[in-house]
Each structure stands twice: as C-alpha cells, then as structure tokens.
C-alpha cells in the first residue's frame, strides 16, 4: 500500500514558477496512474494533470496546458509537477494521488485514485 509526501508549495508571485513534488512510498509507482489535483477554498477538487509512469501518457487541463508540465524519476520514485507563469486562479491546495494503471475508472475521475498525499499549499499573489 503506497504512500504519497507531497512538497514544493509556496507563495509566489504572478509568473512566478514553482516545482512540486510527489514522493511515492510503500512500493513502486510503476506501473501507476499519478495525478496531481488542486482544491482552492470554496471549489471542488479538481484534477491538474496526470500521467501513468510506465508510457508516459500525460493529461493536463486545459487551464494549465502550455505552463505546467510533469516529469517522473523513477529511480526516485518522484513525480514532479514544474508550474510556470503562474496565476492568482492558480491558488490553491495541490495534492498528490495513485492509481493502479489497471483500476477502473476515467484518469480525471478521482474514485479510481487510491492513495491521497497530504497537500502542499501553492498561493499566486
């Protein structure tokens, strides 16, 4: 049963960029589906971008297509999510979550992930 640390956020400006990462323990993340999501106050959570580690196969929102790209290492069992331009909308708590590839489920529905991290906090102002 893995484990998620999540780690990166912090309090930026407009433009600014910031990298997060996603520290899977407990296990190997391959072959998983890792997603990162965000929740800002007041809004549900929604998925950012997700990618399954054995192909590469990644999909991002079309909010953050163009300034956010992932990257895995595996030897690190880390994902990363590299968060350029950076906008005020862009606030909000990121979280980390893991899907077996072979779940079922939508990459974009969060019922199909069943490891969470913690959070890390990204604020743009």
């Known amino acids: 049963h893995v484990q998620l640390v999540e780690s990166g956020g912090a309090s930026v400006q407009p433009g600014g960029s910031l990298r997060l990462s996603c520290v899977v323990t407990g296990g190997s993340f391959l072959p998983y589906l890792m997603g990162w999501w965000r929740q800002a106050p007041g809004k549900q959570r929604e998925p950012v971008a997700n990618?399954?580690?054995?192909?590469?196969?990644?999909y991002y929102v079309d909010s953050v297509k163009g300034r956010f790209t992932l990257s895995q290492d595996n030897a690190k069992n880390t994902v990363y999510l590299q968060m350029n331009c950076l906008k005020p909308e862009d606030t909000a708590m990121y979280y980390c979550?893991?899907?077996?590839?072979?779940?079922?489920?939508?990459?974009?529905?969060?019922?199909?992930?069943?490891?969470w991290g913690q959070g890390t906090q990204v604020t743009v102002s």
């Open positions: 979550a893991a899907s077996p590839e072979d779940n079922y489920g939508s990459r974009t529905w969060p019922g199909r992930y069943n490891a």
């Open positions: 990618v399954y580690t054995s192909s590469g196969s990644a």
